[in-house]
């Protein structure tokens, strides 16, 4: 007995056997999986993360761990995940900052959304809002675009930073339509969205999770969305697509990511679960309240998704000279 199997190790030490990793594979998950999130308890991302990994636990047969690790524009997650076993029990909750936008305007990254990840699956998806100050006579591209060419400097709009998706949507508005804006930049969504609601900038691009609750206590009006249908929180608010700029659809985004490396098996049994994930009514009841839905892809979809994400936004960010410092 000991003959065949003495042959068989030194076949596969040669390389003429596969590694016998099946059998493992069919038994994932057999222990608890960590999902990295690169942002602080308590935000969208996270909160988000955390409702969609106690669904698919359930259909994986294993506890879904949510761990946050924030800091350097979600890079240090990025990076921790990147130098993880490729096991799949240690995942990256990423999105559109992580690994479309930091490939964009980042010098150096410390780690590669494509070369040092695989992809799994599309987690969320949902648009953006352009909004006025509740008060404002703005009530419509046109008039934002017709105002704004009327003011000597242009009008300010609010950011909430330096190549941040709604900064480079902003700047895609400005080209497709001709509005004459400026920004204004702040340290996050929050600050910028309370100088539009109280009145001190007219005009802000922003996610419907940061401006619903001033829309609904009657600051804020949303002139236009990105997505190509009509947000059901807000059923009058036109598409940029009904507008006739269709260029201007775009949408903020989650996704699930492995160490490179992972083995399809294992990638494909962790998509499988987000898609039937994505098709629970409390979690779409969820994602709803902010303007999105669930989202799910094949690993391979995925992997074009971000692709084509990253030449979409590099376009702009070139076009603009932006290059940040990690």
């Known amino acids: 007995m000991r003959r ?6 030194a076949l596969l030490a040669l390389g003429v056997l596969p590694p016998a990793v099946g059998a493992d594979d069919a038994s994932y998950p ?3 999986i960590r999902v990295i ?5 308590g935000g969208v991302a996270d909160s988000g993360t955390r409702r969609v990994a106690a669904i698919m636990e359930k259909t994986l047969g294993a506890r879904m761990i949510v761990d946050n690790r924030p800091g350097a524009s979600g890079q240090i997650a990025t990076e921790y995940v990147a130098k993880a076993a490729a096991d799949g029990y240690t995942i990256l909750s990423g999105d559109i900052a992580t690994h ?3 490939a964009c305007v980042f010098a150096s990254l410390r780690a590669h959304p494509l070369n040092d990840f695989e992809p799994i699956t599309l987690r969320n998806r949902g648009p953006m809002l352009l909004v006025v100050n509740a008060a404002s006579q703005i009530k ?3 008039d934002l675009v017709k105002r704004s060419l009327a ?3 242009g009008l300010p709009y609010a950011s909430p930073g330096l190549g941040t998706l709604q900064h480079l949507h902003t700047e895609r508005l400005i080209q497709a339509t001709g509005a004459k804006l400026r920004p204004v930049l702040f340290k996050g969504e929050a600050p910028g969205i309370l100088d539009v609601a109280g009145g001190q900038l007219p005009v802000m691009m922003t996610f419907p999770s940061v401006a619903l609750p001033h829309i609904q206590s009657g600051k804020l009006r949303a002139i236009a969305v990105t997505a190509k249908k009509r947000v059901p929180a807000l059923p009058d608010t036109p598409t940029f697509n009904e507008l006739g700029r269709p260029e201007l659809e775009t949408y903020g985004w989650g996704a699930f990511f492995a160490p490179k490396g992972t083995p399809r098996p294992i990638l494909d049994k962790l998509s499988a679960a987000m898609a039937k994930a994505s098709e629970d009514t409390s979690l779409r009841a969820f994602t709803a309240t902010f303007g999105a839905e669930p989202a799910h892809s094949t690993p391979d979809e995925t992997r074009a998704w971000v692709r084509s ?3 979409r936004l590099c376009v702009i960010t070139k076009r603009l000279g932006i290059r940040l410092e990690p």
């Open 4 to 9: 065949p199997a003495c042959f068989a190790l």
């Open 30 to 32: 057999s222990h608890p």
């Open 37 to 41: 999130v690169p942002w602080p308890a």
């Open 100 to 102: 479309a936008l930091n």
């Open 140 to 142: 419509s591209l046109d």
């Open 151 to 153: 003011e000597p400097d």
């Open 309 to 311: 994400e990253i030449d």
